[in-house]
């Protein structure tokens, strides 16, 4: 099911809000990993609907510093993140043997986030990414507002032609809170296992061939 996508590609981040909420709201959520741009998008989005749904995949693994970020973020706007699951790490090693990231990090993030992503969004009219295009190649083409083929929603990314210089100055000038892990050479942050310092996403899955998680790489459907 998929209608005219609307053109919303010469718009801000706002507009692309703006638009999602008009249009979607209360069956509209913010998928948050807690990271610089969902700092971003939180600020952005809460300005214009302040009981939007936000919702995170909680791996049991992320860092101690995400975990705090979460809590600071809540604080700060009021809200409370709807948390999306797994099975508990004890399940997951009876199930599939210990350590399953480091045999098999494909099955592990089917389990751990690809799973309770569909969980996430079912329900849902359209979701919201902090999706940015220079992220790397297989978010290069991302456009503002595309049809999810694989989920069956529309999906907003209204940060997909910001560089990470703007967002940085985005969060200094409203001086958000944001995942201390950034300070220390990490780009992009993900479960500790499977996460490195390093530059755009070159620290996830490092010395793997994986490069994302699979839940954004079906996803776009621009036309
Ligand atoms: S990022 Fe690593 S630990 Fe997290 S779900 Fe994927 S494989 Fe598992």
């Not at 032609?161 to 967002?167: A, G, I, M, N, R």
């Not at 985005?170 to 001086?175: L, S």
């Not at 996403?201 to 459907?221: F, M, S, V, Y």
């Amino acid at each position: 099911m998929t209608t005219t996508i609307p053109d919303l590609e010469s718009g801000s981040a706002k507009d692309v809000l703006a638009f999602a909420v008009e249009h979607h709201h209360p069956s509209l959520a913010l998928a948050c990993s807690f990271q610089k741009e969902e700092a971003v998008m939180l600020d952005l989005l809460m300005a214009i609907e302040p009981s939007a749904r936000v919702f995170a995949l909680d791996t049991s693994v992320l860092f101690p510093q995400t975990y705090a970020t979460w809590e600071l973020v809540e604080k700060r706007y009021g809200i409370k993140v709807e948390v999306f699951e797994g099975p508990s790490l004890a399940e997951q090693a009876t199930t599939h043997g210990d350590e399953l990231w480091a045999r098999d990090p494909q099955a592990c993030c089917a389990i751990r986030k690809v799973e309770p992503l569909g969980r996430a969004l079912s329900g849902l009219d359209a979701w919201i990414t902090g999706l940015r295009r220079e992220q790397s190649p297989t978010r290069a083409n991302a456009r503002k507002v595309e049809w999810d083929q694989a989920h069956d929603l529309w999906k907003f990314n209204p940060l997909a032609d910001w560089t990470e210089e703007q967002v940085w100055e985005y969060i200094a000038a409203n001086d958000l809170p944001y995942n201390p892990l950034h300070d220390e050479g990490y780009s992009s942050i993900g479960c500790t296992h499977c996460t490195q310092p390093g530059s755009g996403r070159e620290g996830r899955w490092a010395g793997n061939d994986k490069t994302e998680c699979g839940l954004h790489i079906d996803a776009p459907q621009t036309q």
